[in-house]
Every structure is written in C-alpha cells, then in structure tokens.
C-alpha cells in the first residue's frame, strides 16, 4: 500500500533535470571545441570519468546505493562545468586532480548531493588556481594552428610533435593580459585592448563561447530550470561595479562588456550561480546572492591578486547563503505585512 | 616616541569605548535564563517514579544539575529524553545501561476492583494523588491521572493492581517516518 | 465584474475530471448493510441513543451530539440495528471506530418531517436545526455546520464551487442538477450570517455547472464568479483570497474577517434540512478511476466502500483505493467501512493513472516547492528540519500553516513525499505538546502531593497545640471553681466540652482557609504561617470558652458570689487572669515550638522552596510567638482589670 499523502506526481527527476542542464552546455562546447581546439573535448572526457570514478568509490567507502547516485547525473554536471572552466589544453593530471577534489572535497564529504554548501566546480576550481596558478593561466590560443592529434598529444604526454611551436598552443588570456600589462604600467587599458588577442570585442574567440552559454542559460530559463533572479542580479553586480570605474578612468578599467564577454562571467551566470543547492533559495535572497557574486568578482578581478575570479566570488556568497535565507525569508501567506485587500 | 604614545592613547581609548559598548550591552540585553535545575525538570517526564534513584523527578533534576548523577537514568523518558538531556548540558548522548532498567511502552494502572480490599497502600504510595479510595472501600485509578509509574505495584498486599499500555486510537494516532527504500550495496 | 485576486503558486495537474461527469447523478439500490461510524465529523463523535435490536425508521436519530463541536447521526433508511462496536473505518490510520451497523428492511419509510421556518427563526435555533439534522461540510473536512453560521453581520459569504482536485466532480454534478436547492441553501446561509455579499466561485473548466448557477441565481444579488483553474484554489483559504483578496492567516478564523465559506454540497445539505426536514441521510459520491461505470452516484452514508465500488464495476477488488482526490486524499486502508459524510470521492488506483512514485532523490533545493507552494512557505526548509526532527524550527518557520495541499509534492523533481513529512513532524510535535501538557499536570499533582503531605503534618502540630489549650481551658475551669458545688463541676465539664467543640471549629475555619492558600501551591514557609495562625485562633478559641466557663461558673454560683467579698473576687479574678495568661503563653511557645519544627521538616524537603529562607523563618516564628504571648499577656491584664473594675462598681 502507498504510504505517500500526495498519489500524483509530476514526471520530472533529478536525472531529467540534469540531463537538461548538460543539453544547455552543448552549445557552449560546440563553440568552444571550434575555437580552441578538440582538446576541450578530451577535458570533458576525462572529467566525466573522474567524476563518476571517484563518485562511486565514494559512495562505495559510505555504503551507499552507488547506482540512483550516478543516475542523477549531479556528477556529471559538476565535471562538465569544471572542464569548461579550466584551460582547454592543460595538462590532464590537472583536470583529473581538479574533478578529484571537486566531486570528494567538494561534495561527497559533506553528504554528497543537496548536502555541499559549497558549489563543487568552483571548489575544483580554486584549488587548481591557488595551487598551479602559472599552469592555470596558460589558457589555449583562439583558432589555434594546431592539428587535434597534436593536441590530444600535448595535453596527455605534455610534449608536441616536432616543428610546432609553443606559442600555437598556449597563451595568456585576455584577463591576463589586461592584468600583467596595467600592473607594468606604461600602457593605457584602451592601448592594451588594440592588441589581437583581444579581439574585436574584448576576447578574440571567447567573445563566442561566452554567447553561448548565454544561449545556454536562457533555454534554462525558458525550460523554468533556472530562476531568472540570480543571473540577472550577477550580471548587474557585474554593471555596478564595472560601469562607474570605467566612466571614470577609461584608461585603467576595462569596459562593463570586457568584463561580460571575458573569463567565466557569462557561463557563471546561467550555469554555476544558478546551483540551487549551494545558491539562496528565497527570492530576496536569490538576488542580494547573485548581486553580490557579480559585484566580488569584477572586484576581485579588478584590484585582486588573480585574473579570473568567478570560483572566489561564488565560494565567498555560498558562505553567506545560510546567513541570506535566515534574513530573507519571504512572508508567509496572511501574515503580517500581508496583502489585505 | 610621539607615534608610540599616539598608538598608546589610541588603544587605551578604544578598549575604553569598547568596554563601556560591552559593558552597556551586557545591561542592556540581559538575558534572564531560567535555573538549570527548571529546565532540566523541565524535560523530565515528571512520572515521579523514582526508578533514576530519587524520590521524584525534580531531586533527580537537582542531582543532574549538581554534576552528582548521569543523564541516563530515566527509563520512561526514554532516549529521546537523553538525548535533550545531552543537548541541553552540552555533553554526548549516553545510552541506558546495559543492567539497568530500560524504557517501556507508556501504560497505566488498573486495580482490579473484584480483589482490592481497601487498604490504602496504593494511594499512600502514588506520587500524584491519582488513586481515589478510602479504608475497606474499594480503590480505582484516575487513568488521565497516572503517570505509569508502577510505584503502586508493590504495596498492595492481593496484588491486584496490573499495568496496562497505552492503546492507539484516533486521538493519539500518529503519521510515520516516511519510509525511505535503501537498496544494500553488495559487498 | 469585480477584479480577481491570485494565489502565490498553485500548480495544473491533469484534470481526469471526463471520466465521471458524461453521465447524471446514479442513484443505487440500498446496500445489505450500512456502517454508519459515530464519528462523522471534525470533534467529539456522536452518542448512541438506540439499542441493537431496535427498528428504525428512515431518518431517526441514531446518536445525538456530544458537545457543541459535534453532529447528530441518523438512520439513512428504516430498518435494524444489529450492532453497535468498533468497525474498520475511512481513516489512514485503519484503526476501527465504534459504528452503528443497520440492516435496511427495504421499505425506506420515512418518520415524519419537519421543516424549520427559517426566516422566522432566529440564528439559534437555526443552528440548533442544523446540529440535529447533523449536516457538516461536504467539501472533506466535515466540519459541523452549524458552527459556521454562528457569526453575524458578515461582509462575504464564499460559496465554494471551485473543486480543484483532479478526478472529483461530485460538486459540479450537483450545480449542474440540482442548482436550485444550493441557491435555498445560499439564502438561508445568507440570511443567518446577514451577508452583505455572497460571491459563488467555480473553476472556469466546469462551464455547465457555471451556466446552471447563473440560471439559479436570476434574479438574486448573488453573484457567479469563473475562476481560472489551478490547483488549489477550492481550498477555502485561496477561494477567499481569490474572491475577495482577503488572506486568512493560520490560527484566525475568517469570520473574523468578515467572510465564510461554504461548500455548494453543503448548502445543499442546509436546504435539505430546513426546507424538508431531511436530516443528511445521503451524499453524491464520485467514484472513478479503474472502475468500469465511472460516475457520480447519490450514497446513503454508511454504505460499504468495497459495495459501492462493486456497483461501480471496480476492474480489480484488490487495488488500492482513494478516498478523497488524487493530492490530499487518503489511501483507504479497508473498503469494509462505511461511507462517512467527509467522502467525496473514490478512486480505484490503476497503474496507468497512478505510476508509482520513484524512488526519494536527494533534495536539491531547486526551489520550485517554494514557487508551487500556496501558502508561501519555503517547503525544503520545512522538509530538511522535519527530516532530521529539529521540529522547533520546522515550527518556526510556520509548519502548522501547512495546508497539506500536496502542491510541493507534486513538482518535486527528487520525487520526495514531502507533505507525508510535514505530516509527520505534525504529529510527533502534537504528541510532544500533549506529552509536555501530561507532565505538567503530573509535576502539579506531585507538588500538590508534597504540599498536603506537609499541609497534614503542620495540622497534626496545630491540634497538638490547641489540645494544650483545651487543657488549659480545662484548668482554668477547674481554678474558677474551687469551691464549686457538684452542679458547678458538671457544668464545668459541659464547659469543658464546649471549649473542645469552640477549639474544633476554630481548626475547621483554619483549615477552611487553608484550603484557598493549598491551590495555590504553596510552600513549606506558608504551611509554617499557617499552622501558626490555626494554633492562635485556636488559643484564641480556647481563651474565649475558658472565660466564658469562669463566668459560667460564677454564675453557677450566685450565692458564693453574692457573698464574696469584692477583694476576694478581685483577687481570684486576678489570680485567674494571671494562670490563663502564662496558661496561653505556655501554649503560644509551644506552638510557635511546633510550627518552627514544621518549618525545619519543610526546609528540609529540597523540593520547598524555603531552604534559603530556613533561618529567617524560625526568627520570624519565636518573633511572632514572643508577640502573641505578649498580646495573650495584654489581654489576660485587660480581662483582669475589667474583672476589677466590675468587682468594684457594686
């Protein structure tokens, strides 16, 4: 006899919504694998495997029913957005050692899914970038030269096929660029961005990557998977803080849509503030979260000590999200402050 | 010498301001707690039934409160009452020993009013007046008054006192745990 | 038209509504045996007031109520009771609840009707009507109507004709056919409430049951609103918001707002029983899903579940069956019940419509619970607290305003069964409370108990006490006659007798005071003042009878007084005066003695709350005995100085 109070249900499971999360990725990697190579390709692959590999150890060692685990295909996502956030032609140590402590550290130490107050990605993430900061900003050069066989040798053996050069396959980006080259002094931002790498808008190639997460992220919306509050509220975070610096100095900020179309912003908007298990639930909370992640990490970007600062932006608000729900919690229906016709 | 005297007035200013804020504030917020002794009886199942050792529930909570006595010493508590003990003292839960008396399902009193012969031992031993009676009169139990306690048992003399459980009907019937199928790994 | 207000949430399951309203209310053959349970409604369960044995007649009452949050039950059909006992009832829990079980002699012979002339009749007997003629809400909860009508003077009265639940169409077969009488019904709901507007709300998807309303209600004020359709905007809470943007809070009642609603099948019912005298003998029933004849079919209450179900063409005896709609109803646990008056529907579950729930996932804070849930809670917090007990918190975050609407439950992509845990931490919170309430009753008893016990033993120390100056009165007596002739001694010893009997009904008035004081619980330090007061109205007592015994004995004695010399009389008066006196002090110290002693026991108990104040109180008590020898001292001194003054006047 069913137990349950409520004898309908509606036909949707974690798996399906994951499953539609990875579908919003595609897109995004498409471009990604056109601009960079099909070295993004091989990240995606061996963090799928890491992750489900360490997953079921995990849960393994816990005594948990490994299979419904996997199902969900939580681990997966998590992999996936790792991957497309580390450089396209790293090594593949870093992408393995990255999904190890995501999916470990990250999320199975605290229970495992619906249990991390940290988002596990962005965990994954910001180890690597504390640990191998050097390797972790050699990022892969746009429209690169490079064969996919060469490729898929440099990131797995670290070595390249005789005759290629070094620079085809690995430069700074963008954000770095702007960084090193203000820190250095001499040049003016609007100088700096005359150079090739960055483009036409700001990121030559990633200006296209970055559209597609966007792309992305509004399906998401349109599938009612993600809330609109918290991208829209990161992006103006991302406006306020940018906006009125580069009104007023030009020549050391870059623009509101430098900082849009570079780095993790646009991915980070429909893709990793949206984690509703690590973000705010409330719908006060949800835009006081993603506001506050936008204004961190042009802040963090700005004056901070690492070019890219999307994982450190997240990783700080998900500590204030116990703190967010507490305060906002919406008013519940007919009391106080109730809308009494 | 100026920067160190400046960093000396400084400091001395600000554990100044910082203490008259503290010491307001202490004041000001004061929090009137109730005695631990309450709040432990408080959670004590007031049964009376002397089976932790004391004579009712709230020496107990004074044994408690003083250090002298473990918190798991109240079977009809049960370990849900152990383990608000352990809360609330902020020490570890400890389960009932092994010897020692556990907790059984709630009941009440009944006197079997064919053999009582009227003799008041029961009444002079309940707790909590729950025993209507008079000499040579035959006694009965006041059940929404009986705490289960059992201390009448043992004076009566015909033994006609019997302790029944605590049925279920649809006052005190209850929703379940929803139950959650966990498949066992092999191993 | 006036605006529409909307609920926060709500969700669209699929209706299933077609299935049962092709066809016009089914009436049915009386069943072999009804099952009526004497709890049909929301409070006490009603009373037998027949035997087994006893034949019926259509309508009698059955059992009457117990107290005002109760319906009379009646007999749906003439005919035997053959029993009286715990049968299986509509309720999840499976426990049997005493029933009236009645075999029908198939000739429904009515027993005489009578109608209440409603419009001369005031609100009570109205509601009294309505009490007797044991109508409650039909909608599901079965609440006595007649409470509902109590209020007076009301803004709005909400007629609810929403029904929101997938599959029920119970509602919307009786507006369609029977639209008439729920308008009587409205008019005299309306008339005992002295509503100022009445508003019928129905779900736009029930288009012939909005059309017959509105045919109905030409002519009338009442006005027919078309709601959208979403779930659950039947509950009586969102139709009030939806209608008149009212938001009745948990824990306030609406009339306090100025509105009431009540269901169309209700008002139906009122009609029913003012207009005919028809007690609610019957209800429409929806009985759909794997059954072969899917329809609306007007039931006698108490025909059995697993009968109906048969007469509906059930395809599988063995399946699992809904009373109630697919999101709140409840899954029967035994079709031998009785159909109760809360029964609206029944739904034989097939796997096609009722896929079985997969497997509880993680809860992934997606946040859509709280988007669907109506009353604006935030269901995964409710959930994460309820599941790992902390139901303060749960409790908090206002669980009880949970109306278990199931809306959270049914978006819930980790599938997890969240209103059964919201149920469950109900529960375990409600036995928690009646367990904190029993245990404050047994810690009062026992204070009590402690109290009386050293109440008893500071009483046993009085009577000592005022045994001591009963003794002195004696003495006193005895030194008033020294000379005294055997009359004198006799009535000396009445005298005696009467100072016993003053000493005893001074302690029944200490104790008569006593007795305000004990209810209040108080401590060992007021047993001490107390006993100390008994033992000097008792002193007092004693005095008074020793004085009147001297008299008594002077005037027992006219000769010897007459010829007394007036020295001689002042002088024993004196001496007299002068005995009593250290007679009196003598028994104050005792007293007092006895009292301290009291005091001690009772600081010696942990459980008084005079262990601090020990040595304060004995202070007090020598301190208070000093005084009352001293007044005892002043008054022996007046006494003897007025014996003078008499003395010395002739």
């Known amino acids: 006899m069913s137990i349950h109070a409520t004898h309908i249900a509606r036909p949707v499971t974690v798996s399906r919504v994951m499953l539609k999360v990875l579908a919003a990725l595609l897109p995004g990697i498409a471009v990604s694998a056109y601009c960079f190579g099909p070295g993004v390709l091989l990240q995606l692959l061996l963090a799928t495997v890491t992750a489900l590999g360490a997953e079921a150890a995990v849960l393994r060692l816990r005594q948990r029913p490994v299979t419904p685990a996997l199902a969900d295909l939580s681990a997966v996502v998590t992999a996936w957005l790792l991957a497309l956030s580390m450089p396209p032609l790293g090594a593949w140590w870093m992408i393995v050692l990255a999904t190890l402590f995501a999916i470990v550290l990250g999320k199975q130490v605290y229970g495992g899914l619906g249990h991390n107050p940290f988002n596990p990605a962005m965990v994954g993430f910001a180890v690597m970038i504390v640990s191998f900061p050097a390797q972790m900003a050699a990022w892969g050069t746009p429209l690169t030269t490079l064969d996919a066989a060469a490729q898929l040798q440099w990131i797995v053996t670290h070595t390249l096929p005789a005759g290629s050069n070094l620079d085809a396959i690995s430069s700074a980006t963008p954000l770095d660029v702007l960084k090193t080259g203000l820190l250095q002094g001499g040049q003016t931002a609007g100088q700096l961005l005359q150079q090739p790498r960055f483009g036409h808008w700001g990121n030559a190639g990633g200006e296209w990557v970055a559209l597609a997460w966007a792309l992305g992220g509004l399906w998401l919306w349109q599938q009612k998977l993600i809330p609109w509050r918290t991208p829209l509220a990161m992006l103006a975070g991302v406006l306020a803080v940018s906006l009125p610096l580069w009104l007023w100095q030009p020549a050391h900020y870059a623009s509101p849509l430098f900082h849009l179309l570079n780095g993790a912003t646009l991915l980070a908007a429909g893709f990793i503030v949206t984690d509703p298990v690590s973000g705010s639930t409330t719908p006060l909370g949800r835009l006081i979260f993603g506001f506050l992640v936008g204004v961190l990490m042009v802040v963090i970007r700005v004056f901070g000590g690492f070019p890219d600062a999307v994982a450190f932006a997240v990783l700080i608000m998900n500590m204030a999200v116990p703190f967010i729900d507490q305060t906002t919690q919406p008013r519940v229906f007919g009391r106080k402050g109730g809308r009494h016709a | 010498m100026t920067t160190l005297l400046y960093a000396l007035l400084v400091m001395v200013a600000l554990a100044l301001l910082l203490g008259a804020i503290l010491g307001y504030a202490s004041v000001r917020f004061k929090v009137d707690a109730d005695p631990l002794v309450d709040k432990i009886d408080d959670i004590l199942p007031q049964t009376q039934c002397g089976q932790c050792g004391h004579p009712g529930c709230r020496p107990y909570a004074e044994a408690i409160a003083s250090g002298d006595e473990d918190i798991n010493k109240c079977p009809p508590g049960g370990e849900d009452g152990i383990r608000k003990l352990a809360e609330l003292l902020g020490v570890d839960f400890k389960p009932f020993d092994a010897g020692a008396a556990q907790p059984k399902p709630k009941a009440v009193a009944l006197i079997d009013e064919a053999t009582c012969i009227g003799c008041t031992l029961c009444i002079q031993a309940c707790p909590v007046d729950a025993i209507l009676g008079s000499a040579k009169q035959m006694h009965t139990i006041i059940a929404s008054e009986c705490t289960g306690c059992e201390l009448c048992l043992p004076p009566c003399p015909v033994d006609c006192i019997r302790m029944i459980p605590h049925g279920t009907d649809l006052t005190n019937w209850k929703w379940r745990y929803p139950t959650i199928p966990i498949k066992a790994v092999k191993p | ?650």
Not at chain 3, 48 to 57: D, F, I, L
């Open chain 3, 1 to 650: 038209m006036s605006r529409l207000y909307d609920f926060h949430g709500g969700i669209h399951p699929p209706q299933h509504k077609d299935a049962a309203t092709g066809s016009p209310i089914q009436a049915l053959p009386l069943p072999p045996l009804l099952h009526i349970a004497l709890a049909q409604s929301v409070g006490n369960a009603a009373r037998p007031t027949v035997a087994v044995g006893q034949h019926v007649r259509k309508g009698e009452t059955l059992a009457e109520p117990d107290g005002r949050l109760s319906a009379a039950v009646h007999a749906p059909t003439s005919g035997t009771i053959t029993a009286i006992g715990p049968h299986p009832f509509a309720h999840p829990s499976g426990l049997p609840v005493d029933t009236l079980t009645l075999q029908p002699d198939g000739l429904d012979e009515w027993q005489p009707r009578q109608p209440l002339d409603w419009q001369q009749a005031d609100g009570t007997a109205l509601r009294k009507h309505l009490q007797a003629m044991g109508v409650v809400g039909l909608g599901g909860a079965a609440f006595p109507t007649h409470l509902k009508l109590a209020a007076g003077q009301l803004a709005t009265l909400v007629v609810n004709g929403a029904e929101c639940e997938p599959f029920i169409s119970c509602d919307d077969l009786l507006m369609r056919e029977r639209a008439t009488s729920i308008v009587d019904g409205i008019r005299i709901a309306a008339h005992a409430l002295q509503a100022g507007e009445v508003l019928i709300g129905i779900e736009d998807n029930k288009p012939q049951a909005i059309a017959a309303m509105q045919a109905a209600c030409a002519g009338t004020a009442y006005r027919v609103v078309s709601i959208p359709t979403k779930y659950p905007s039947g509950g009586a809470k969102q139709l009030i918001r939806i209608l008149t943007g009212i938001e009745v809070p948990h824990g306030t009642r609406a009339t306090d707002l100025g509105v009431q609603c009540l269901n169309v099948g209700t008002l139906y019912a009122i009609a029913r029983a003012v207009l005919h005298g028809e007690p609610l003998l019957s209800r429409i029933v929806t009985v759909t899903g794997a059954v072969t004849r899917a329809a609306n079919y007007e039931v006698a209450i108490g025909t059995p579940l697993a009968w109906l179900l048969q007469q509906a063409g059930i395809s599988d005896p063995g399946t699992d069956v809904i009373m109630g709609g697919p999101m709140m109803g409840i899954t029967l646990p035994d079709l031998a019940a009785g159909l109760p008056k809360a029964g609206n529907c029944l739904i034989a579950k097939s796997a096609a419509l009722f896929p079985p729930r997969p497997a509880e996932q993680a809860c992934i804070r997606c946040g859509d619970c709280a988007s669907a849930c109506p009353a604006e809670l935030q269901p995964m917090d409710l959930f994460w607290f309820a599941k790992s007990r902390q139901f303060g918190k749960a409790q908090e975050r206002h669980l009880f305003d949970c109306i278990e609407c199931g809306a959270c439950s049914y978006v819930c992509p980790s599938q997890i069964p969240l209103v059964d845990y919201y149920r469950f931490a109900k529960s375990e919170i409600w036995t928690a409370e009646r367990d904190k309430k029993n245990a404050t009753l047994a810690r009062q008893r026992h204070e009590f108990r402690q109290f009386r016990i050293e109440r008893d033993k500071s009483e046993k120390a009085a009577r000592i006490a005022a045994r001591a100056a009963e003794q002195a009165a004696k003495l006193a007596t005895q030194a008033a006659t020294p000379v005294a002739a055997s009359t004198a001694a006799a009535s000396g010893m009445d005298d005696a007798k009467k100072a016993a009997i003053a000493a005893a009904l001074a302690r029944a008035a200490a104790q008569k005071e006593a007795k305000p004081l004990s209810e209040q619980h108080t401590s060992g330090l007021d047993d001490a003042k107390q006993a100390a007061i008994q033992a000097a109205m008792a002193r007092a007592a004693a005095r008074k009878a020793a004085a009147e015994a001297a008299k008594a004995g002077d005037a027992a004695n006219p000769d010897r007084a007459a010829t007394a010399t007036p020295a001689q009389t002042g002088m024993d008066d004196a001496k007299r005066a002068a005995i009593e006196a250290a007679m009196a002090r003598a028994a104050a110290r005792k007293a007092a003695a006895q009292s301290a002693q009291a005091d001690n026991t009772a600081a010696a108990n942990p459980d008084s709350a005079a262990t601090a104040t020990t040595s304060q109180t004995g202070i007090d008590d020598a301190k208070r005995a000093a005084i009352e020898a001293a007044m005892a001292r002043a008054a022996a001194r007046k006494a003897a100085a007025a014996e003078a003054k008499k003395d010395a006047a002739p």
